[in-house]
């Protein structure tokens, strides 16, 4: 294989990689700003943009023994977004109810 073809190579990979990139990067950037127009509608038009789902979650204590011990928490309700991705503090509701039970390591 000639040095020429190595380069030319090469520069479409790079180029391949960056247009890669970039188109995910501008395809994730427009899916977040209409995410961000359609919630800020729904609290605007006071169409339920606030969700609560309950949630359960434990401690997990690592004794000297090496054995954990669990302590677990009142379930609780917690305030989430319907939308794909965060907005104003709170986590998505799709994201809250497939996570309801998490685990803090002391």
Known sequence: MSSALRARIKHFL????????????????????????????????NRQPFGQITVS????????????????????AQTCVHALFPHSGYVPCWYLQRHSEPRTNI
């Open 14 to 45: 790079k180029r391949l990689l960056v247009v890669g990139v970039s188109s995910a990067l501008g395809v994730t950037a427009f899916a977040y700003a209409v995410d961000y127009a359609v919630f800020r509608y729904r609290v605007a038009a």
């Open 57 to 76: 979650s434990y401690d997990a204590v690592q004794q000297k023994s090496g054995k954990t011990e669990f302590i677990f928490n009142p379930p609780e």
